[in-house]
């Protein structure tokens, strides 16, 4: 077996592995992974994909890329092929992990890597991201199913009311997730959040790029304050199977919380997608964030995977 430059092949030989990663994330995420794999085979064919391959007699069968963002190396995927000849595909892992990390910390301006793999469970993956200084924080990928009921909207505080997301709320939703996100666990994991650019690069990824689903407009919503106009909070969903939605991002500034906000942007949401016939609501939150993980349990939602986020600053 060897670990070779993935801008040694070509989306002939990565296909298979794909179709492989694609099913994998059908049968434990519910999600549709055939946008981005073929996202991912066009950038391997115009060998722009930094990344490792693992190869076997000529046959491709883990891989693993990054990219760059600025000062910051993030961590894209992780696969190795269930069934392949070797004992233990965890060491390949581990072998491809090592790589990517080393490459990582040696690139020139490059200050800091952040990771999360969402099919590998907990722990599994963890020990070349220890062994190089990493942080590890728990995620949990949460699902609630979409039953046919719809529950009455709650009521909501005087002052606010929710409606649909449009392109004119992209920099006050920024200004909102920067102010929610200050102090937060979840800003130690993507440093995005830290900084107005930073969350209207974030919003970017997620409304206009397909790398987490295709952004749905339709389920997205703001909370606004009704006299002073000003946003405080919001939901963003994106679809990840026909019928899957995603919370990419729910949030609600701090002078706000504990009115039930975050419940109705979620109960709007599910509303949307169940009229819709969605038949299922993912999301992923960091463990320590107990406040939102126990919102989301008295929604319904259930724990179904649980896996590691990674940051390194040097
Ligand atoms: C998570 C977040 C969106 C919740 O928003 P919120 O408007 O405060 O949420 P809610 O008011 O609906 O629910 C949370 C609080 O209300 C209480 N609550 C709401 N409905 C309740 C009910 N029916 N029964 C009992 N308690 C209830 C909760 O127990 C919790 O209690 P607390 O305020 O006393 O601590 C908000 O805290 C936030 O923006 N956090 C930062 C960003 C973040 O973590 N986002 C989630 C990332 S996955």
């Known amino acids: 077996m060897e670990i070779l430059d993935l801008r040694h092949f070509s989306s002939v030989d990565l296909r298979p592995l794909l179709e492989d990663e694609t099913q994998v994330w059908s049968q434990l995420l519910s999600w549709d992974y055939t946008g981005s794999a073929d996202m991912i085979l066009r950038y391997v064919d115009a060998k722009i994909l930094p990344g490792y391959a693992a190869v076997d007699r000529g046959r491709v069968f883990g891989y693993s890329f990054f ?97 649909r997301w449009t392109e004119q709320d992209y920099q006050p939703a920024a200004a909102t997730i920067t102010a929610a ?89 599910a509303g949307n997608l169940r009229q819709r016939k969605f038949s299922l609501l993912s999301l992923t939150v960091t463990e320590a964030n107990t406040r939102a993980v126990d919102l989301y349990i008295r929604l319904g939602f259930e724990t179904k995977r649980i896996f590691d986020a990674f940051v390194w600053e040097g």
């Open 181 to 269: 996100y200050r102090g937060h666990v979840d800003s130690e994991i993507n440093d995005q959040y830290r900084t107005l650019s930073g969350s209207l690069r974030f919003l970017n990824n997620i409304v206009r790029f397909p790398g987490c689903g295709t952004f749905d407009p339709e389920s997205s919503f703001v909370a606004v304050h009704k006299r002073a106009r000003t946003l405080v909070g919001l939901i963003l969903c994106s679809r990840v199977r026909n019928d899957v939605g995603h919370v990419t991002q729910v949030c609600v500034l701090p002078e706000y919380r504990s009115y039930r906000l975050g419940e109705a942007l979620m109960e709007t949401t």
């Open 67 to 163: 990219v760059y963002e600025g000062s910051k190396g993030v961590i894209g995927d992780l696969f190795v092929a269930d069934g392949s000849r070797l004992s233990d595909p965890h060491e390949v892992e581990s072998r491809l992990l090592t790589h990517v990390i080393e490459t990582l910390q040696q690139s020139p301006g490059i200050h800091r890597v952040e990771a999360q793999l969402l099919v590998h469970e907990a722990g599994v993956v963890s020990r070349p991201f220890v062994a190089q200084g990493f942080q590890r924080h728990v995620r949990l990928f949460m699902v609630l199913p979409l039953g046919s009921t719809s529950k009455p909207p709650l009521p909501l505080p005087q002052d606010i009311e929710i409606r």
